[in-house]
């Protein structure tokens, strides 16, 4: 009998505990240690700051989720990892401090908002890093809407949560217009040339075209240097004043993270691994998601995406059961699959590979679509990460009481 401890519940730690619950021995033990409750699906944070999220649909109890699919919910937090005894010091929901034992330990933590230490930022912004800062900030938004004096907001970073959050509150502040809320006047702040700076550049011109039209007032090559109370500083002497302000720019694991139990960790404060996906330092603990460096076999890193995390997931459930039969762990290769990002509630923009022969510069070989169509596939792939963790029966059961819902009870949203 094995124990196997998962630790991080977003995502790629949700799946891995769902799936290794299949796939692995009968007597061997699968425990997930999640402070959180419920899951909900990173990329879908901005949409619960917004106020647009279903809730009662998209959210997965851990408890009873386990429960039903073979795993244990351990509702803490990590704080340490002893390896020579084989334990997880974590702190409960009370306060009060435990061990967990483990067999072999996973590490799937996720990453956090990176504020490059700008003075001010952790006092003054909001980040989207948790769905509890989610709620908070929606808790804060509905009140500045509820006021009706027109407010600014201001968004640092125009990756794809940043872009992602302001096209969704500007799509909020333009629909309760008919009901006198505020008026949300949005400013998104970034510090390279472009927005979605590491997507194609056709994919940029297409997010940004939408932005514009959306009233978001985009400031590209813009970098702050210090956040107050009622706005930000840039580094050219220009004072951004908002009311709400957010963080958005930049990944890293959490800085609680580098240097627990030992392990090698590189300045984003993530866990390194071989291939394989087991840390270099011990063989009995790996780590998955963003709070993974993944090398490649082309010398390049696993980037920090959902697919990424999804796909590491399925990997080494499969890769660690047979590892428990005693075959060799596989290296893990990220396949990139493209990238979708939701410009407002109805559309999205997209870019899919294509074969190489097709390859310019313009297109940098990805294909770039945009529409409401697009948008479908970013629900798409929500819906299949509920497939990895609930199978497809419930999520089919869910979209269709999910049109149920928006036909009898409209949100107006």
């Given amino acids: 009998m094995s124990r196997i401890v998962v630790v991080g519940g977003g995502a790629a730690g949700l799946e891995l505990s ?49 429960a039903t699919h073979g795993y244990q919910h351990y509702q803490a937090a990590m704080t340490n990892i002893d390896r020579q005894q084989k334990v997880v010091n974590v702190r409960k929901a009370d306060g009060t401090e435990d061990t967990v034992s483990y067999d072999y330990l996973v590490i799937a933590i996720g990453a956090v908002s990176n504020d490059f230490n700008t003075h001010g930022a952790q006092a003054h912004c909001m980040f989207l890093d948790s769905a509890s800062q989610a709620r908070e900030a929606w808790n804060q938004i509905s009140h500045v809407l509820r006021a009706g004096n027109d407010s600014t907001i201001n968004i640092v970073g125009a990756g794809a949560t940043g872009v992602e959050l302001a096209a969704e509150l500007a799509r909020v502040s333009k629909k309760l217009k008919r009901y006198n809320a505020a008026c949300l006047n949005i400013n998104l702040i970034e510090a390279a040339d472009r927005v979605l700076p590491n997507s194609p550049q056709k ?23 210090d956040v107050s109370r009622d706005g930000m500083q840039t ?27 030992g392990l090698a960790y590189n300045r984003m404060n993530q ?17 998955i998601g963003d709070c993974a460096s993944i090398p490649q076999a082309d010398g390049s890193t ?22 428990l039969d005693e075959q060799a762990l596989t290296p893990f290769t990220f396949k990139d699959g493209g990238m979708v990002v939701a410009v407002g509630h109805h559309f999205a923009v997209g870019s899919f590979g294509i074969a190489p ?25 929500f819906r299949l990460h509920q497939s990895t963790v609930s199978g497809v029966f419930t999520v089919s059961r ?16």
């Fill in 18 to 66: 769902t799936l290794l619950a299949k796939s692995v021995r009968k007597n061997d033990e699968i425990l997930l240690i999640e402070p959180e409750i419920d899951h909900y699906w990173k990329p879908r944070l901005h949409e619960i700051a917004a106020g647009t999220f279903d809730s009662d649909l998209d959210s997965v109890c851990y408890f009873t989720h386990g």
């Fill in 398 to 413: 869910l979209m269709i009481t999910k049109r149920l819902k928006a036909v009898f009870k409209p949100t107006g949203i």
């Fill in 203 to 225: 994919m940029s011109d297409k997010v940004l075209e939408k932005l514009t039209r959306s009233d978001v007032n985009v400031l590209l090559n813009t970098r702050i240097e």
């Fill in 302 to 323: 696993v980037p920090p995406r959902a697919q990424a995390a999804n796909q590491a997931a399925i990997h080494l459930a499969k890769s660690l059961s047979r590892h």
């Fill in 271 to 287: 866990i390194i691994v071989n291939q394989d996906l087991s840390s270099t330092i011990d063989p009995a603990i790996f780590a």
């Fill in 357 to 381: 022969f097709a390859q310019n510069e313009r297109c940098e070989g990805k294909l770039v679509l945009q529409g409401r169509m697009i948008r479908r596939i970013y629900d798409t792939i």
């Fill in 235 to 261: 580094t050219d002497g220009q004072f951004l004043a908002a009311n709400t302000q957010f963080w958005a720019a930049g990944v890293k694991a959490p800085d609680w993270l580098n240097g627990i139990g």
